[in-house]
């Protein structure tokens, strides 16, 4: 393998899988390529896939001098998996989340005993077969499809790639079926959101259940329903919104699959800024409002217009609150850290005169969404339930 030398502190590199371009000081060799990395003064720092043309010009994958083919890949998925399993009794979760399972850019999620992955870095991208080839021979899966989209694609010099890999089952891969919380959901693995469903959610939406107490509850960028559903269980009648028309036709085939009578839901196509404006003028009220937006951003340079988005939601979403009612709100961007939410939240009701207290912290979950402590950056997804005092 080639050498790549770095500047900066061992002790600080050891401690990270990412060393920006700015700290690289040498390296001949290829783009994708696995390197040994060095410091100035000689210390061993481990092996890395290097990309001149990414402001990440190295990611991590060991600290031994390991070569990244596919039984080192392959050896990750089954320590991934493993990881992982003991939490869940069914085959519904994120077996490999990217630097979490030193397999920097790769993410794969696992439906039943079929696997949808996406690629999000030069090195990943180069090793595709090896990658499909590991999946294969752990699991003999029924299915493998790529869901190669998204911003962090673009920072790596990659363009969109999805597809269906392979597909021995013959499964209907726009209707593959979820289990979570004692509800099904249809999800769209060829056309859905990111890679088909946002298992980051799954412990949020029991908490979220759990303070749900009949009256109305808003599902605002609903997507598929999988908090319009367990809204469906405790409240009385439930509005989802979703811009995607595709998203709000599989919602209602949910709601249907699920037993829930048609009466109790009322859907929307719509921007949910527009929709926002529209109810309020109806004077309709919720008592529940859930709003999960997609990111608002992406680079750090967009964190002051996020939150400005953020307290927009905010102060309209009270505007159709009921007296007393509950509203969680989630950024799933990780530069929007705690105290920016904190703000959004104090800045938000502010303009609206009435008071709010913190009823609860929301977070991605855990068990799959691993979070290592030397790397906080794969903490994304925060979230909060206010509730109206009095
Ligand atoms: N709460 C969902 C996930 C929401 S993902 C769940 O737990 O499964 C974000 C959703 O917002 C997507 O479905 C996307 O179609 C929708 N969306 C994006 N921009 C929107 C907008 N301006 N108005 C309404 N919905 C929007």
Redesign the pocket.
């Known amino acids: 393998m080639e050498r790549a030398i770095v500047k900066g502190s061992p002790a600080q590199m050891l401690n990270h899988p990412w060393v920006y371009s700015g700290n690289l000081v040498e390296c001949k060799a290829e783009k994708g390529a696995s390197v040994e990395v060095y410091s100035k003064s000689g210390v061993f720092l481990g092996s890395a896939i290097y990309n001149p043309e990414s402001s990440i010009a190295l990611r991590f994958y060991s600290r031994k001098r390991d070569k990244l083919d596919y039984y080192a890949i392959k050896e990750r998925i089954i320590l991934a998996d493993g990881k992982r399993k003991r939490y869940f009794t069914e085959p519904y979760y994120r077996i490999v989340f990217s630097e979490s399972d030193m397999l920097p850019g790769l993410i794969i999620d696992r439906y039943g005993n079929g696997f949808v992955l996406q690629i999000n870095s030069y090195g990943m991208e180069i090793r595709r077969s090896e990658i499909v080839k590991a999946l294969y021979d752990v699991f003999q899966p029924d299915f493998i499809v790529e869901r190669s989209s998204g911003y962090s694609r673009r920072l790596e010099g990659l363009k969109e790639n999805s597809g269906v890999l392979m597909n021995e089952s013959g499964l209907d891969l726009t209707r593959v079926i979820v289990a979570e919380g004692g509800l099904k959901y249809y999800v769209d693995l060829l056309k859905g959101?990111k890679t088909g469903?946002?298992y980051d959610?799954r412990r949020n939406?029991e908490i979220i259940e759990n303070y749900i107490s009949g009256g109305i509850v808003m599902?605002?960028?609903?997507?598929?329903?999988?908090?319009t559903l367990r809204a469906l269980r405790k409240a009385n009648k439930v509005f989802a919104?979703?811009?995607?028309e595709e998203?709000i036709t599989l919602l209602k085939e949910n709601v249907k699959f699920n037993g829930f009578s048609e009466d109790r839901i009322i859907v929307e196509v719509?921007?949910?800024?527009?929709?926002l404006e529209e109810v309020g003028s109806l004077k309709l009220k919720f008592d529940f409002i859930?709003m999960?937006?997609?990111s608002f951003a992406k680079r750090g340079r967009d964190v002051e217009s996020a939150i400005a988005s953020y307290i927009e939601l905010v102060s309209k979403g009270i505007d159709i609150l009921e007296n007393k009612g509950q509203m969680a709100i989630?950024s799933?961007s990780n530069y929007i850290k705690w105290e920016h939410f904190a703000s959004v939240l104090q800045r938000g009701t502010r303009s609206t005169g009435r008071s709010f207290s913190i009823l609860d912290y929301m977070y991605q979950d855990f068990r799959d969404h691993r979070v290592p402590t030397n790397f906080p950056e794969a903490e994304y997804l925060r979230g909060y339930i206010i509730k109206e005092d009095i």
């Open positions: 959101q469903f946002y959610q939406r599902d605002l960028f609903s997507y598929v329903g999988a908090f919104v979703d811009i995607s998203s719509k921007d949910a800024f527009d929709f859930i999960d937006p997609p989630f799933c």
